[in-house]
C-alpha cells in the first residue's frame, strides 16, 4: 500500500493482507539497496498469524519516493512519521524487525520510542557497522563491482536451501538482480554519488548505538549468520551486551533473510513469543 | 564462499545450485523420484501453500532436483532463477502464456526453429496470440511492428537456418524502449559461448535436450529470467502487477521484485499447463552441464576445422557459419560470440537434391536424424526430411536449397569427421 509520510509517497508491502492497525504490528526495515521483498516470506507468515505487517521501502528504495535520508537518526524518525501515518497506536504492541542498515535504523527508532517498540529484532547486524574504505571508494566509483564483491561476501553457499523466495531461484543471481534495479530505481535521488555509497556511508557514520541502547526498552533479539563476512558476530558482542539481547546464531552468511529464510522465521517466532 | 565475486564459469558448471546430500552425505545430487513431499505439521503445509516458507508440495509444481537443475542454468546464464520445462517448446510456450493472452501481439524473428515458427503462426493464432515476424537483421522492422498489445520481442541467437546473430544489445534496446521484455530461445549458444543478459536480453529459454544435455538422451527444457525487467512499470502487464485470483490474490510484483515473472510462471503455468520436467531428465542434463565447458570447447574446435574444409572444398558451394568472410553476421559475432558460434551450421553442396541424398546416405560417423546439439556428430538434409513438401522456390524462400545439408558437430576426432565428409563428397559428386 501507499503511505503519504511527510509529504512524500512511501511504499509498504503488508504480506498479502490488509493492514489493520489494531493488531500487533511487525515492521520490517531492508538493508543496503534491497527493498520490502527480502522479507515477503517472513512478511506473509506474520500476516496471517495475527499481525499487522508494515514492511517498508525505505525513501529512494524500490517503490518509495526520494529523496533518501541522510543518516540513520532521520530513518528512524521517517519510519515512526510511517507508523503514525499507518495509524500504529498500540503501545509496547510493535515489533521492529531490521536487516543490516535497517538493523541500525530500528534501533535507533526503538530508542527514539521506547514506550511504543516493545521488541526489536536486528538481523545481520553490527555496530559500529564500518564500511571498509575499499568498499566504499568501490561503492562510489564502481558500483556494479561493489555489488558482485557484496554479493560474494553477503552469501555463504552456492546452494541455500529452500529458495528465497521459492525453488528455482539463485540467491546470488537474484540479489545481485535486486540491487542492480534498487541503484538504478528512479526514486533513488538525493544521493552525493549514487545509493550504493549513499547506503553504505550511512551505515559508516553512525556513531549513535550505545546510546540509542540506553534508551532501548524493548525486548532484544539478534539474528546472526555464523558465516556472515559482512557483519560478523563477533562485531555484535558490545551492543548485545548492552541491549541484553538474546542471540541467535543462524547457518547463514549475512543474506539471513534469503539464504535462511526457516531459521529467520524460527529466531522471529521466538522473539514474538 | 570465500572470494570477490561469484566463483567463475566452470566451477558453477559444476557445483551452483548444489551441496552434499545433509542426510545421506551423497556427493552427487540425488535424484529425487518423488511425486510429493511430507508435511511437518499442519501448520507448516498451511504455510507453504500460502507462499510463507519455501519448499517442495509436488513435483508438478517444484522438486529438489529439478531444483539444484534450475538454480544451475540460472548461475551460468547470469539470472535471478529458471524453470525447468518438459521440454524447450514447453519452455517457449510458459514464457509465451505467463505474459500473454487473448488479443495480445508478439513481434518475432523470421528465422526461427520450425517449432517455434508453428507455434506463433498457427497455433498461438487459435488462442488469440498475434506474431508479426521481422528479418531479424531489419532493426527497423522490429521497432515499426510493436503496437500497443505487444507484450514480447523474440528471436533466437543463431538464426535457423542461415546463423543470423540477432543483435541482442538493439533489439532489447528497441524492446526496453516500448517497455516489453526480449525474449532469447539460446538453444544453439549455451552460456559458455554466449551470455545474453549481459547483452540486454531479459528472458533465455534453452531446448536442454541439446548442448546443455549434450548426450542424446533426454527431452527437457529451461527457461530463465533476468530479474532485470520491471514488469509494474511497464504498465503492460497486470498479470504480474495486479492482484491474481487464481492465488491468494497475489501481486506477483510485490511478493518479489526480480522474481515475479518466475513466480507467476510456476504457480500459473507449470500449476495448470503441467509441461514439468521429470527430475530423473533433470538429474541426467545436470551430468552435461557438469561437462559443459569442456564440451563446448571440443565442438567449438571441431567445428572451425570442418567450416574450414568445407569451404575450401570444390564440392561445396556455400558454408554458413558466421565466423566467415562474407556471412551478413560476421561482424555480430565478432562482437556477442568471441568464443565461437557453436557447432549447428549450414552448406550447400553443388548439385539436386538427388545428389544432397546420396550425400547423406553416404556418411558413416554423422548419424541421419532430427537433432542437434548430441556429443555425436549428426546431419540432415532439409529437402528430402524436414522440407520435403516444399518445392525448390519454396526451399529458396525458407533460406534452403536442395543442396543444403545441416551439421552438428560431435565430440569425435575431427580427422574422423572430415575423412567421413570427403568421402560423402565425392559420392555426392559422381551422383551428379
Given amino acids: ?273 | 564462499m570465500p572470494g570477490y565475486s561469484d566463483p567463475g564459469f566452470d566451477t558453477l558448471a559444476l557445483h551452483a545450485g548444489a551441496t552434499p546430500d545433509p542426510t545421506t552425505g551423497a556427493r552427487a545430487t540425488p535424484i529425487h523420484l518423488s511425486t510429493s513431499f511430507v508435511f511437518q505439521s499442519s501448520e507448516h503445509a498451511a504455510s507453504l501453500f500460502n507462499m510463507e516458507r519455501s519448499g517442495h508440495v509436488y513435483s508438478r509444481i517444484s522438486n529438489p532436483t529439478t531444483a539444484v537443475l534450475e538454480e544451475r542454468i540460472a548461475a551460468l546464464e547470469g539470472g535471478a532463477g529458471a524453470i525447468a520445462t518438459a521440454s524447450g517448446q514447453a519452455a517457449l510456450h510458459l514464457a509465451i502464456a505467463t505474459l500473454a493472452g487473448a488479443g495480445s501481439h508478439i513481434v518475432a524473428s523470421s528465422a526461427l526453429y520450425g517449432g517455434s515458427h508453428n507455434l506463433l503462426d498457427y497455433t498461438l493464432r487459435r488462442f488469440g496470440i498475434s506474431t508479426t515476424f521481422v528479418q531479424p537483421g531489419d532493426i527497423d522492422a522490429w521497432r515499426a511492428a510493436i503496437r500497443p498489445e505487444t507484450r514480447l520481442l523474440f528471436g533466437e541467437t543463431l538464426g535457423n537456418p542461415g546463423l543470423d546473430v540477432l543483435d541482442i544489445p538493439t533489439v532489447s534496446a528497441i524492446a526496453h524502449d516500448a517497455k516489453l521484455p526480449l525474449l532469447v530461445d539460446s538453444t544453439f549458444t549455451p552460456p559458455w559461448l554466449l551470455k545474453p543478459f549481459d547483452h540486454g536480453a531479459d528472458l533465455i529459454f534453452h531446448s536442454a535436450t541439446k548442448f546443455l544435455s549434450g548426450h542424446g538422451t533426454v527431452v527437457g527444457g529451461l527457461l530463465v529470467d533476468s530479474g532485470a525487467f520491471d514488469w509494474a512499470a511497464s504498465g503492460r502487464f497486470p498479470e504480474l502487477s495486479a492482484p491474481y485470483d487464481g492465488f491468494h490474490g497475489m501481486v506477483f510484483s510485490e511478493e518479489s521484485t526480480v522474481g515475479a515473472f518466475l513466480l507467476r510462471a510456476r504457480r500459473e503455468g507449470l500449476r495448470d499447463f503441467g509441461a514439468c520436467m521429470s527430475p530423473h531428465t533433470a538429474w541426467l542434463i545436470l551430468q552435461g552441464i557438469e561437462t559443459l565447458p569442456l564440451r563446448m570447447a571440443r565442438h567449438v574446435e571441431n567445428t572451425r576445422k570442418i567450416v574450414a574444409m568445407l569451404a575450401a572444398h570444390p564440392m561445396v558451394a556455400r558454408v554458413g557459419y558466421p565466423e566467415l568472410d562474407g556471412h551478413p553476421s560476421q561482424a555480430l559475432a565478432k562482437q556477442l560470440l568471441p568464443r565461437g558460434c557453436g557447432a549447428v551450421f549450414s552448406f550447400d553442396i553443388q548439385g539436386s537434391r538427388a545428389q544432397g541424398v546420396a550425400f547423406i546416405e553416404a556418411l558413416k560417423l554423422f548419424s541421419h536424424l532430427a537433432n542437434v546439439g548430441d556429443c555425436r556428430s549428426l546431419v540432415i538434409h532439409p529437402a528430402s526430411t524436414t522440407h520435403f513438401r516444399m518445392d525448390d522456390a519454396a526451399l529458396a524462400r525458407a533460406g534452403i536449397g536442395p543442396g543444403t545439408i545441416r551439421l552438428s558437430v560431435g565430440l569425435e576426432d575431427a580427422a574422423d569427421l572430415i575423412d567421413d565428409l570427403k568421402r560423402a563428397l565425392k559420392v555426392a559428386e559422381k551422383a551428379a
Fill in chain 1, 1 to 273: 500500500m501507499k503511505l503519504d509520510v511527510n509529504g512524500q509517497s512511501a511504499h509498504v508491502y503488508t504480506g498479502g493482507k490488509p493492514f489493520d492497525p489494531a493488531l500487533p504490528c511487525v515492521v520490517f526495515v531492508h538493508g543496503a539497496l534491497h527493498d520490502h521483498s527480502v522479507w515477503t516470506l517472513l512478511a506473509r507468515w506474520c500476516a496471517h498469524h495475527g499481525h499487522g505487517v508494515l514492511a517498508v521501502d525505505l525513501p529512494g528504495h524500490g517503490q518509495s519516493a526520494g529523496p533518501v535520508l541522510a543518516s540513520v537518526e532521520a530513518a528512524a524518525d521517517w519510519l515512526l512519521a510511517l507508523l503514525a501515518t499507518a495509524g500504529v497506536k498500540n503501545d509496547g504492541q510493535v515489533t521492529l524487525v531490521g536487516h543490516s542498515m535497517g538493523s541500525l535504523i530500528a534501533l535507533e527508532a526503538a530508542a527514539r520510542a521506547p514506550a511504543l517498540i516493545g521488541r526489536l529484532v536486528m538481523v545481520g547486524t553490527a555496530y559500529p557497522m564500518k564500511v571498509s574504505e575499499a568498499l566504499l571508494s568501490t561503492s562510489a566509483q564502481a558500483p556494479l563491482r561493489a555489488i558482485d564483491m557484496v554479493n560474494s561476501f553477503s552469501i555463504s553457499t552456492l546452494a541455500a536451501k529452500p529458495s528465497y523466495p521459492g525453488p528455482g531461484m539463485w540467491l546470488h543471481g537474484s540479489n545481485r538482480a535486486l540491487m542492480r534495479r534498487t541503484l538504478a530505481g528512479p526514486n533513488a535521488t538525493g544521493c552525493a554519488v549514487n545509493l550504493f555509497h549513499h547506503d553504505f556511508s550511512v551505515c559508516d557514520a553512525y556513531s549513535g548505538g550505545l546510546d540509542a541502547a540506553a534508551k532501548v526498552t524493548a525486548k532484544v533479539t539478534f539474528a546472526l549468520g555464523s558465516a556472515d563476512q559482512m557483519t560478523p558476530p563477533r562485531a555484535t558482542r558490545e551492543l548485545a551486551a548492552a541491549l541484553k539481547a538474546k542471540v541467535a546464531t543462524l547457518p547463514s552468511g549475512h543474506s539471513l533473510p534469503a539464504e535462511a529464510p526457516d531459521e529467520l522465521l524460527a529466531a522471529l517466532r521466538g522473539a514474538l513469543n
